[in-house]
């Protein structure tokens, strides 16, 4: 048996680097989009909930 299809293999192994660097998340940034987010679900459910009480006002002016 020979030694040389063992070396040849053996030689193609390759470690990955230690070196990976992962990039910095700004933490103030992802709190302002959250917040930003937040103001318009908000603004959202004002509407809606408006809309639906002043129609239901209307039709309950109107059917008197």
């Known amino acids: 048996m020979s030694t040389e299809s063992l ?3 053996s030689n193609h192994i390759e470690t990955p680097s230690q070196n990976i660097e992962t990039p910095r998340v700004n ?7 959250i917040l ?3 103001k318009k679900d908000r603004f959202k459910r004002t509407i809606i909930f408006s809309t639906i009480f002043i129609s239901i006002g209307a039709f309950t002016f109107l059917t008197y």
């Open 7 to 9: 070396n040849r293999t």
């Open 27 to 33: 933490v103030d940034v992802l709190k302002q989009r």
């Open 36 to 38: 930003i987010e937040k």
